[in-house]
Antibody
Framework: EVQLLQSGAEGKKPGESLRISCKAS????????LGWVRQMPGKGLEWMGV????????RYNPSFEGHVTISVDKSINTAYLHWNNLDVSDSAMYYC??????????WGQGTLVTVSS | QSDLTQPPSVSAAPGQRVTISCSGS????????VSWYQQFPGTAPQLIIY???KRPSGIPDRFSGSKSGTSATLVITGLQTGDEADYYC??????????FGGGTKLTVL
């Protein structure tokens, strides 16, 4: 069974850094792209970017490039989403999702990030 | 503003049929297949249709999808109160970036 287990909710201050994680199981981790999707409160889904665990090839939505970093540690089947300088506007639910090609099929349970002074 | 256009809301009575539209362009839906996701409040989205009209294992055949040109449609028949959720269409564009619709809230009256 494919499972994506995300790290727990985070509360941070503006300007702080943060890394959230997504641990995959139940499939061959290195052969599927793994993406991140943002959902702001009461809003829709926004695709942020994707990484191919085998070679760390990474692609970003231009709207997010430069503000977040996607990485992976294939030795532990885990992908990460990292911020160096959080802003209050980063407060949202973040989902990781396995991508079969370009289409997200299995999703993690979500990580709620709250940024407040 | 989302890349794909969906109606903000639709509603119908239990047992009825409802359609949700998803409009895109030649560079996204026009060139690629469409997926549909169901999201209940406080939970992650779940894939219910992929490659325009295919259902993952476990998704009832009351859910069906189609695509024509630069638009796609999700049809739900025999509506149940448990179908109340947000529905999102998705595809990818010429840069191989996934794109989603703004979501449609289904209310079962």
């Amino acid at each position: 069974e494919v499972q994506l287990l995300q790290s727990g909710a985070e509360g941070k201050k503006p300007g702080e850094s943060l890394r959230i994680s997504c641990k995959a199981s139940g499939y061959r981790f290195t052969t599927y792209w793994l993406g991140w999707v943002r959902q702001m409160p009461g809003k829709g889904l926004e695709w942020m970017g994707v990484i191919y665990p085998d070679d760390s090839d990474t692609r970003y939505n231009p709207s997010f490039e430069g503000h977040v970093t996607i990485s992976v540690d294939k030795s532990i089947n885990t992908a990460y989403l990292h911020w160096n300088n959080l802003d209050v506007s980063d407060s949202a639910m973040y989902y990781c999702a396995r991508q079969d090609g370009a289409i997200p099929d299995y999703w993690g349970q979500g990580t709620l990030v709250t940024v407040s002074s | 503003q989302s890349d794909l256009t969906q109606p903000p809301s639709v509603s119908a009575a239990p047992g009825q049929r409802v359609t949700i539209s998803c409009s895109g362009s030649s560079s996204d839906i026009g060139d690629n297949s469409v997926s549909w996701y169901q999201q209940f409040p406080g939970t992650a989205p779940q894939l219910i249709i992929y490659e325009n009209d295919k259902r993952p294992s476990g998704i009832p055949d009351r859910f069906s999808g189609s695509k024509s040109g630069t638009s796609a449609t999700l049809v739900i028949t025999g509506l149940q109160t448990g179908d109340e959720a947000d529905y999102y269409c998705g595809t990818w564009d010429s840069t191989l970036s996934a794109v989603f619709g703004g979501g449609t809230k289904l209310t079962v009256l």
